[in-house]
């Protein structure tokens, strides 16, 4: 994709649509650069620096940046004090991936603890500006969830980058939101991906997220921790929504199967989930609704988390394929991409996944058995 979604799903290099075997690094010798108000600081602070720790979200929430560093001379607390609302820039890399832009930074917030002396510094994936944050009360009619993404990016003065679901929208309230916080409920209810990168919004439909190919092919031996947990019970196979027609004085009622994430399993879920109409909502609107609701509660049936060497090219929104667990082999999605570098501990990443869809691992090949000294003559 030739977006800023780019940023969350393709891996330069990586986007024939082949998942490699293995890419895990065998000797990883970590890099970074650290930029503050633009200006690169990597040389000056790299001798008081403990840990690296940037965390990628698929969407809902803003990305975030924290560096630790010793201050046994006091020098953050004074002529190194950082201020808030200034800006860090970070890049991430090693011998393998080279240095891998990942994005602009604002701080946010400043923390000072003793004994040992040790500042860290927290910031926030720049984008959300006062305008953003200002109440809309407001209603729309008779529109699309497009248009309707693509108005708000323009009051936000931002560009639009994703696949947005051809959804008619008969009406929408946005309830004394910010224009934010409307988004990520419209995304929410109507199954997409919302996020800000720098002065791109990214919207993006779930449903095509998962199509994409696995970007690796994860191997036991290619993780160092793995835990996954699958729920037995209380997955929503049905969804019901229902709600009162002004126009025919009637009670409507709307009902969607879902899609197993795997089929193969003996028993399956009865539970259903229940969802209330909205005022002035069409047909198309509660079946999208009521779609995303199950797909999101099937696809978090199992989920867990991955950690393996740290590689500056893998991010949430990607799809990564296990294989070699059985029951639990398949393709995931990553919802959280975290990526650590500690002075004592190197470069590690953790990921955190849901299965989109279940692959099941090849059976072992038939090896020819030798005839028994009894069979031979």
């Known amino acids: 994709m030739n977006d800023a979604l780019g940023a969350l799903i393709t891996l330069n290099g990586w986007s024939n649509g082949q998942a490699a075997a293995s890419h895990t690094h065998p000797v990883s010798m970590p890099d970074f650069t650290i930029a503050y108000e633009q200006k690169d600081i990597t040389a000056d602070i790299k001798p008081y620096l403990l840990t690296i720790s940037y965390t990628d979200f698929l969407g809902g929430q803003s990305d975030e940046l924290q560096v630790d560093f010793e201050d046994v001379d006091g020098r953050w607390l004074r002529a190194w004090y950082p201020e808030q609302g200034d800006s860090l820039s970070l890049s991430l890399g090693d011998q393998f991936t080279g240095l891998v832009k990942l994005g602009s930074f604002e701080i946010a917030e400043i923390e000072y603890s003793h004994a040992p002396s040790v500042i860290s510094i927290k910031a926030l994936s720049t984008g959300i500006t006062r305008a953003n944050r200002t109440l809309q009360p407001k209603a729309y009619e008779k529109t699309t969830l ?59 439909a779930n449903a095509e997220l998962a199509k994409t190919e696995p970007v690796a092919l994860l191997l036991p031996q290619d993780i160092t921790r793995l835990r996954l947990r699958d729920l037995i019970k209380g997955v929503p196979d049905e969804a019901v929504v229902t709600g009162y027609d002004a126009k025919t004085k009637q009670t409507r009622q709307t009902r969607r199967k879902a899609k197993p994430v795997r089929g193969d399993a003996k028993h399956k879920p009865t539970d259903t989930l229940k969802i209330v109409a909205n005022r002035g909502e069409s047909d198309q609107q509660l079946a999208a609704r009521a779609d995303a609701a199950l797909a999101d509660a099937q696809q978090s049936q199992i989920a ?65 058995q030798e005839p028994s000294n009894a069979a031979i003559p």
Do not use: C
């Open 146 to 204: 497009a248009k309707l993404v693509r108005l708000i990016a323009q009051r936000l003065k931002l560009s639009v980058s994703g696949t947005v679901a051809d959804i008619a929208i008969e009406r929408v309230t946005q309830y004394q939101e910010r224009d934010v916080e409307f988004l990520a409920r419209l995304a929410r209810e109507y199954g997409h991906t919302f996020k800000i990168v720098d002065k791109t919004l990214v919207f993006h």
């Open 304 to 368: 867990g988390s991955i950690e393996l060497v740290g590689n500056a090219k893998l991010v949430a929104g990607q799809i990564v394929q296990l294989a070699g667990y059985g029951k639990l082999s398949g393709k995931y999605l990553v919802k959280q991409a975290r990526h650590e570098i500690r002075r004592s501990g190197g470069y590690t990443l953790s990921l955190d996944v849901k299965m989109i869809e279940y692959v099941a691992d090849e059976p072992p090949q038939a090896t020819q």
